[in-house]
């Protein structure tokens, strides 16, 4: 614990330092083929990147920073530096916290999460409780957030783990659940299922929201990438990882009992607790249904009345993808709890708290960054630098697997969100100027950002289970590496990469 919050102060530490230092160089020196605004944006982004990985101030404050720079150096004007700030997605995304915030605030995430249990089929097998707290994660973490899911996620998994150790008491065996396998298999196992079920959706983890922003405003010549789409090949991914996960957890650290004594009665009684279903939770569920519908409608439409039909047109100009989320987010404030005390199902300060605002910031800061890459032509020269550095032209494949793998490698040790705000504009952009469709790479960026297996600070659930003191560093490093180098080189791009190229015609 002690070490990980030495790295963590250092590295923010040497980051304070070389961030400006080496913006200060690149403003100075030389550069062939750049000048003007994009050499002077070189330099801000020398900043803001060595910021965004190392985060010596907040990563949404140096999102904020940059388009400031920029037009205090004259870089863009106040309305292009800061215009992504108010793009479609981030109320896509805004809707989606509302949504997240809404199931929190009224208990239906634990309701769904109990729900799978208590199924029979569980029962109070330790390898099926293993698959059931990995299933309630992913499903959860599809729709909110991967912290919030494993914030939820961790205390259930502790006490199941306090049933082992009074079960094993009573039969005369003390353990300690800091070197016990199985706590550790749990405790990992709830903090990948929740980074892998954020795949699923466009709203389940902000990487996947930034890359379609990034192509919407780095590629409008590429088809437009749609909610249901994403949910094809988010869904198999989200299957496949969990499979490997599922298997890899399941053989390194296996349970040493067949029953968990107690475990049912815990999670009876938590069930039982619960009571029958609040007209709050109804609500909210019929708010997420309504959102879905939303979502998934266009390709119902498309499928009856063809993609380019008056419905269709009709339907895209009203009822776009982030008015969907927003119409499901805002039902929440107008459907009734008590009519006669005018309570309705989420309260705006309930609302107001559940808007992430950090990472829409982050989000808006990232867009406005890649926007401006484009417009000045620095992504052209790093397009033309990478193309040089890969040999000429390389194969599709190799380029999107080096972009998968450098994300990958970034994740494990800065924030995921980070990651990809930094190395999507330049795949997108990279991926256009030598011919390639820019779908391919921008999902396996995105996908690959969730692997963030290795280390307590890839991802908000590993830094959570992994204060629980029952995960030892090396074992993270090792089943992440595992679960990593799998992922990428059978899943992401062979499977999902292929299922991508052929749900968007490419």
């Known amino acids: 614990m002690n070490s990980d919050a030495g790295f963590e102060k250092l590295r923010r530490l040497i980051g304070a330092v070389v961030g400006p230092v080496l913006a200060v160089l690149v403003w100075v020196m030389p550069i062939d083929g750049l000048a003007g605004d994009s050499h002077r944006l070189l330099a801000v982004m020398s900043l803001v990147a060595t910021w965004w990985i190392t985060e010596p101030v907040p990563i949404p404050v140096t999102s904020l920073l940059g388009p400031t720079l920029c037009v205090l150096l004259g870089i863009a004007p106040m309305k292009d530096a800061f215009s992504n700030f108010a793009n479609p997605m981030i109320f896509l995304f805004m809707g989606g916290f509302l949504l997240a915030k809404g199931m929190m605030v009224n208990g239906l995430d634990k309701r769904i999460a109990y729900g799978i249990l208590s199924m029979k089929w569980v029962g109070d097998s330790p390898r099926r409780i293993f698959l059931a707290i990995g299933l309630a994660c992913i499903l959860c973490s599809g729709w909110i957030s991967n912290t919030a899911t494993a914030a939820m996620m961790f205390p259930i998994a502790l006490g199941l783990l306090e049933a082992i150790r ?140 063809g993609p380019h039909s008056a419905v269709m047109t009709f339907y895209d100009a009203h009822f776009p993808e982030s008015i969907a989320a927003m119409v499901g987010g805002l039902l929440l404030f107008f459907l009734p709890v008590n009519l006669k005390t005018g309570e309705m199902t989420m309260k705006w300060k309930d609302g107001i708290e559940g808007i ?138 062979p499977v999902v990469i292929l299922l991508v190229k052929l749900v968007m015609g490419l």
């Not at 065996?173 to 892998?196: N, P």
């Not at 815990?266 to 607790?273: E, G, N, P, R, T």
């Not at 980070?418 to 330049?426: C, K, Y």
Request: with cysteine.
């Open 166 to 305: 009074e079960m094993m008491a009573a039969n005369g065996k003390i353990i300690d659940l800091s070197s016990y396998k199985y706590a550790t298999g749990l405790m990992l196992m709830t903090a990948y299922a929740c980074s892998i079920g954020g795949v699923m959706t466009p709203i389940g983890t902000p990487p996947n929201i930034i890359m379609l922003g990034f192509l919407d405003q780095l590629a409008p010549q590429a088809p437009t990438v749609s909610f249901f789409q994403w949910m094809i090949w988010g869904t198999v991914a989200m299957v496949l990882y969990f499979i490997v996960a599922y298997i890899v957890l399941s053989r390194m650290f296996p349970a040493d009992v067949k029953h968990i004594e107690g475990a049912q009665k815990f999670i009876s009684d938590y069930v039982a607790s619960l009571g029958k279903w609040t007209r709050a939770q109804k609500n909210t569920l019929i708010a997420f249904f309504v959102a879905v519908f939303l979502w998934v409608a266009p390709s119902i439409l498309s499928v009856f009345y």
């Open 356 to 493: 992430e605002w950090g990472t829409l910031l982050l989000f808006g800061g990232g867009l406005s960054m890649g926007a401006l890459m484009y417009t000045t032509g620095l992504s052209d020269w790093i397009g033309h630098g990478l193309k040089e550095v890969m040999g000429g032209q390389p194969s599709e494949w190799v380029f999107v697997a080096v972009f998968c793998v450098a994300t990958l490698v970034l994740s494990e040790f800065t924030s995921h969100t980070a990651s990809v705000n930094l190395i999507g504009a330049i795949g997108i952009t990279t991926a256009v100027s030598m011919g390639f469709s820019p779908i391919p790479v921008a999902v396996g960026i995105a996908l690959a950002s969730s692997l963030g297996f290795m280390m307590p600070v890839s991802t908000p659930p590993n830094a959570i289970v992994y204060a629980s003191g029952y995960v030892p560093i090396t074992k993270m490093i090792k089943t992440g590496f595992i679960i990593d180098f799998v992922g990428i080189l059978l899943i992401t791009l």
